[in-house]
């Protein structure tokens, strides 16, 4: 019963795509159908340069705009880097923190996300805190120390309200781009120790509210599967997100997945 209270998200991380013409047409073209869905919360996360226009499309929508990354000052000499005050300013709602991409390519360690994590609650903005599985090699125990220490690092310091209103996106980063997502029970499964993470850390209160999106592969033809499971609450989506029709469909399937369980408790 508790997951009827978490929307579903599907969450589109355009990475480093479009321009800002191209962004502002992304969403004037979605926003029609998307109205069919409004238990789903559709979100288009963007390079910093679209966010403008990317707010200006969405204006009076239901479609919520994020970022990829941000800082964890609010200001200061840090060239290149994005303040949460700013973001908060321009009317930004989700930001995307803590991608396999960003700790990969960048060195993000969990101190830094933590410190993300922080700012961006405090500026009232969502994190959505990517949790990946990068050990290739090990046992199944290393795996699940890997991601449960994720887990605890980033949430380090945040309050047991807050920690509510955050986003987790699991992301198996040997499925990211591979065009083979995990199965749906193997993700099921890494999705629910991940809410008994939580649940050892503040309670089944929090660990019940808290959302928890799978990414990595995702697309139509396997979005329904995994979003049917019952700790799966949504997907964050890279690639396939990026044609405007396909982002609708994976909506689509999002609304009929959530039917589907609510459909289960009935008959329970």
């Not at 781009?177 to 749906?184: F, I, K, N, V």
Request: charged share 25%; net charge negative.
């Amino acid at each position: 019963m508790e997951m009827m209270k978490r929307r579903p998200l599907v969450v589109a991380n355009w990475k480093m795509n479009k321009l800002p013409s191209e962004s502002s047409a992304y969403i004037e073209h979605v926003v029609k159908p998307l109205a069919q869905y409004p238990d789903v919360i559709p979100v288009l996360a963007g390079q910093d340069v679209l966010l403008p226009a990317m707010i200006d499309a969405a204006h009076d929508t239901d479609i919520a705009v994020g970022a990829e990354n941000m800082y964890w000052q609010e200001q200061g000499a840090f060239t290149g880097e994005t303040s949460p005050a700013a973001l908060e300013d321009l009317g930004v709602k989700y930001v995307i923190i803590g991608h396999s991409e960003r700790r990969t390519y960048f060195r993000e360690t969990n101190e830094m996300v933590n410190l993300k994590a922080i700012a961006a609650l405090q500026h009232h903005l969502i994190p959505i805190i990517a949790i990946d599985e990068a050990i290739t090699q090990g046992d199944d125990n290393d795996r699940s120390h890997w991601v449960v220490n994720q887990v605890i690092e980033s949430f380090e310091g945040i309050s047991a309200e807050d920690a509510k209103t955050v986003i987790l996106a699991y992301e198996p980063t040997a499925a990211i781009g591979s065009g083979q997502a995990m199965t749906p029970e193997l993700a099921e499964f890494s999705l629910r120790r991940i809410r008994l993470t939580l649940a050892d850390m503040y309670n089944w209160d929090v660990a019940n509210a808290v959302r928890i999106t799978y990414g990595g592969s995702v697309k139509p033809a396997n979005a329904y599967e995994l979003m049917t499971q019952p700790d799966i609450d949504g997907v964050l989506v890279g690639d396939a997100a990026l044609d405007p029709d396909t982002f609708v469909e994976l909506c689509r399937l999002a609304n009929e997945a959530l039917l589907q369980k609510i459909r289960l408790l009935d008959e329970m």
